[in-house]
T-cell receptor
Framework: GNSVTQMEGPVTLSEEAFLTINCTYT??????LFWYVQYPGEGLQLLLK?????DKGSNKGFEATYRKETTSFHLEKGSVQVSDSAVYFC???????????????FGKGTLLTVNP | NAGVTQTPKFQVLKTGQSMTLQCAQD?????MYWYRQDPGMGLRLIYY???????DKGEVPNGYNVSRLNKREFSLRLESAAPSQTSVYFC?????????????FGSGTRLTVV
């Protein structure tokens, strides 16, 4: 079945540090990959996505590249801010054996705390 | 544009009580989903509705029922609440399958069963 594994948290960084959150996946077929962010007390928001191999998703200074050869979709940001403190979820969507693709499969989330 | 609206935002139930969590979307999305979020467990799918008139079980359906009332609304019912159902519940919707578009989430319902 489909699964997503992301690095265990929590991750604590100082402002302006470089961020990497690792994400690897197992899926049948050709999945689409997503990163979601959840700020305290809120629902999940789509941060970025990539729908085919070698695509790079980017948004708000965050980037992730779809690497089919390593089945990875690592999230990076060059200089984090205090306002980036949140939980980050990696997710995938892949067509099932019937050809439909209704559901996202999520990783367990990584808590990021950025200190001033 | 409200997106996905969940009610209530907070609820405390006694063991054995029943309640319905409401979810509505105004984006004309076809598919809707209910997840629960627990510490260390990530998000787990309870039920989903690929289109109006259909519902299917997800990963953790026991103790829950759902109704896709119309294209806009998808409710989750706890018939006899148990402390193990203490969680944060999220409703989400998508245009069709999630392959290209992902989901839009509501802000959640925090449920405590005592």
């Amino acid at each position: 079945g489909n699964s997503v594994t992301q690095m265990e948290g929590p991750v604590t960084l100082s402002e302006e540090a470089f961020l990497t959150i690792n994400c690897t996946y197992t899926a049948t077929g050709y999945p689409s990959l997503f990163w979601y962010v959840q700020y305290p007390g809120e629902g999940l928001q789509l941060l970025l996505k990539a729908t085919k191999a070698d695509d790079k998703g980017s948004n708000k200074g965050f980037e992730a590249t779809y690497r089919k050869e390593t089945t990875s979709f690592h999230l990076e940001k060059g200089s984090v801010q205090v306002s980036d403190s949140a939980v980050y979820f990696c997710a995938l969507s892949a067509a099932n054996s019937g050809g439909s693709n209704y559901k996202l499969t999520f990783g367990k989330g990584t808590l990021l705390t950025v200190n001033p | 544009n409200a997106g996905v609206t969940q009610t209530p935002k907070f609820q405390v139930l006694k063991t054995g009580q029943s309640m319905t969590l409401q979810c509505a979307q105004d984006m004309n999305h076809n598919s809707m989903y209910w997840y629960r979020q627990d510490p260390g467990m990530g998000l787990r799918l309870i039920y989903y509705s690929a289109s109006e008139g259909t519902t299917d079980k997800g990963e953790v359906p026991n103790g829950y029922n759902v109704s896709r009332l119309n294209k806009r609304e998808f409710s989750l019912r706890l018939e006899s609440a148990a402390p193990s159902q203490t969680s944060v519940y999220f409703c989400a919707s998508s245009v069709g399958g999630a392959l290209n578009y992902g989901y839009t989430f509501g802000s959640g319902t925090r449920l405590t069963v005592v």
